[in-house]
C-alpha cells in the first residue's frame, strides 16, 4: 500500500451559512480500507459526495487516483462502487432482473450477474423481488450492484448499520474479501468494533473536524492515561493495578499460583476516545 489512491487537501465545505467539512486533510492508500468514524451528522456522508464528484468542495482540493475531481470524465465513475443510504433498488423486480439493469449499462456479460449474486450469498434469491427480501438481503444486493463492474474503489456508507449481527458478520467478511482481491475502500461508520476489526487507518470526525487519526490500535493506545490490568481471580475478586516495575512481582505469583481467571489491559475504544475528545457519544446528532 505505497500509492496514494485518495488526496485530500485543505478541503472545507459549506451548506449556506454552515460550514459542514472544514480543513480535511487525508491520504488513502490503495488496497487499503480506511473509516472515517463519527455520529450522525459530522459530515462523512458529504464528504464522500465530495471525493465522487456528487459536490464541489468550496476550499481545497481532492485528487482520486491522481485525477483532480473538477476535471473527472464520465470514464472515472467506472471505477467507483458505491453502497450509500438510498440503495435505488427496484422494488417489483427480482434481485437478477435489477443487476441486470446495471449490467446492460457497464456492457458487462450476464455471467457476471450470477457470480456477484453467488459471492454476496443470494444465489438462491435471484428471482425473488426486492420487496420480499429481509434489510439485510437488501444490503447484501445493493453491494452486489456495487460489485458488479469489479470497480477499483468501494464507498462503503454504514454498510451494516440496523442489521442482525450475523447479517453484519457477513457483511464485514464480504468487504475483507474485497481488500484481498486489491480493492481501496472507504468505510463510514459510527460502530466502533467493527471499524477496529476492519479498517487500516481511521479518522474522526466531529462537526466536520477531524479529530484524530490513525492506526485503530495504535490510537487506543495513545490515549491509555490509566495504564492499569484487571485481573479476575479464581476467588472471584477483581483487582486492578497499576501497569508497573513495583506489581510485575504480584501478577507473577498471581501466574505461578493459577490463580488468575482472566487478566485484562485497560486501553480505551475508539468510541472511548472519541468521547474524552469531543464529549459526544457516536449516537448524538
Do not use: W
Not at 450470477?114 to 437488501?138: C, Q
Not at 481467571?261 to 469531543?278: C, K
Request: charged share 25%; with cysteine.
Amino acid at each position: 500500500m505505497n500509492t496514494d489512491c485518495i488526496s485530500i487537501r485543505e478541503v472545507g465545505k459549506f451548506f449556506g451559512d454552515r460550514k459542514v467539512l472544514s480543513n480535511i486533510n487525508l491520504t488513502i492508500s490503495e488496497g487499503e480500507i480506511f473509516g472515517l468514524l463519527g455520529p450522525s451528522g459530522a459530515g462523512k456522508t458529504t464528504l464522500i459526495k465530495i471525493i465522487t464528484a456528487q459536490l464541489d468542495a468550496d476550499e481545497g482540493e481532492v485528487f482520486v487516483q491522481g485525477v483532480d475531481t473538477r476535471n473527472f470524465e464520465k470514464k472515472m465513475y467506472s471505477n467507483f462502487g458505491m453502497v450509500l443510504d438510498n440503495t435505488g433498488l427496484y422494488n417489483r423486480m427480482s434481485c437478477y432482473d435489477n443487476l441486470l439493469i446495471f449490467a446492460d449499462l457497464y456492457k458487462i456479460n450476464k455471467k457476471r450477474i450470477t457470480e456477484v449474486l453467488e459471492k454476496v450469498g443470494l444465489s438462491d434469491a435471484s428471482k425473488t423481488s426486492v420487496d420480499k427480501l429481509s434489510k439485510g438481503m437488501r444490503q447484501r444486493l445493493t453491494i452486489a450492484r456495487a460489485l458488479l463492474h469489479n470497480p477499483s474503489i468501494l464507498f462503503l456508507d454504514e454498510p451494516t448499520t440496523g442489521l442482525d449481527p450475523s447479517t453484519a458478520k457477513a457483511i464485514r467478511r464480504l468487504i475483507l474479501n474485497e481488500r484481498d482481491n486489491g480493492k481501496t475502500i472507504f468505510l463510514t461508520t459510527h460502530n466502533m468494533m467493527e471499524a477496529t476489526e476492519l479498517c487500516h487507518n481511521v479518522a474522526l470526525l466531529n462537526d466536520g473536524h477531524i479529530v484524530e487519526y490513525g492506526v485503530p490500535d495504535q490510537i487506543c493506545r495513545k490515549y491509555n492515561t490509566k495504564n492499569m490490568i484487571n485481573i479476575l481471580t479464581k476467588d472471584n475478586k477483581m483487582l486492578s493495578l497499576e501497569n508497573n516495575v513495583q506489581n510485575a512481582d504480584r501478577i507473577a505469583e498471581l501466574l505461578r499460583n493459577e490463580m488468575v481467571t482472566s487478566i485484562h489491559s485497560t486501553e480505551p475504544t475508539l468510541e472511548t476516545v472519541f468521547m474524552d475528545l469531543t464529549g459526544r457519544t457516536f449516537e448524538s446528532e
